[in-house]
């Protein structure tokens, strides 16, 4: 799939779709400005350029730079949460729910290193009601989660299938370190994808 987007003023697109496009594409570039300078040095001004777009602009969409950061959190923390909800939903049994959450959530960690590294620095900047939104989310992701774990170890206590979970999460979170950036990134990809999936049933299928 092409990294292009349409063009705002294509014919073919409304107005809403140029809306949300514009929209995508300042949370694309606010994860990767986020990622590399942290929340506090990174203006709107800079995301506007960053888009094309002066930074005035940039508040038609956002309020506030706090706002870009709570969409881009709690997008992602929904994203995976119904993510992971439809991988277990198709799933046949718990044994291919357990496989197809950790093939879903590598390919998210692989594909969005720099929000995690944005969750890991700028969670704290978010206001507390956004802050409790996305830890609501995402507690609601890691249920689902150990849901299955509890299927596949059964008389395990939740409090350590949650711990499991995390640590799992931990061990594919790393993409930030172990997927750089290659000449060749589609087949450093493949490598870290096969490494980290092979890691994380590992460790979650151990009694």
């Not at 929209?23 to 570039?29: E, Y």
């Not at 506030?64 to 995976?80: E, G, H, N, P, R």
């Not at 930030?176 to 460790?203: F, G, I, K, N, Q």
């Amino acid at each position: 799939m092409s990294d292009s987007t349409p063009s705002a003023a294509s014919p073919r697109i409304g107005r809403s779709e140029a809306k949300a496009l514009r929209r995508a594409a300042l949370l694309h570039s606010a994860a990767a400005l986020f990622a590399e300078r942290g929340f506090a040095g990174v203006s709107m001004e800079d995301l506007g350029t960053a888009v094309g777009m002066s930074g005035p602009a940039v508040y038609r969409h956002f309020p506030s730079k706090q706002a870009v950061l709570a969409a881009l959190l709690i997008d992602v923390s929904q994203t995976l949460l119904d993510g992971g909800t439809a991988e277990v939903e198709r799933a046949a049994d718990s044994e291919h729910a357990l496989r197809s959450l950790v093939e879903f959530h590598v390919a998210f960690a692989l594909d969005h290193r720099d929000v995690i590294r944005v969750q890991d620095h700028d969670l704290d900047s978010l206001t507390p009601d956004d802050r409790r939104t996305v830890r609501t989310l995402q507690r609601r992701y890691v249920e689902r989660w150990v849901d299955v774990l509890a299927q596949l170890h059964p008389g395990v206590p939740a409090a350590e299938l949650r711990v499991r979970a995390h640590a799992g999460f931990g061990l594919i979170n790393s993409t930030p370190h172990s997927a750089t950036r290659t000449r060749d990134d589609s087949v450093a990809r493949e490598t870290v994808r096969a490494a980290l999936e092979r890691m994380a049933l590992a460790a979650l299928r151990a009694d």
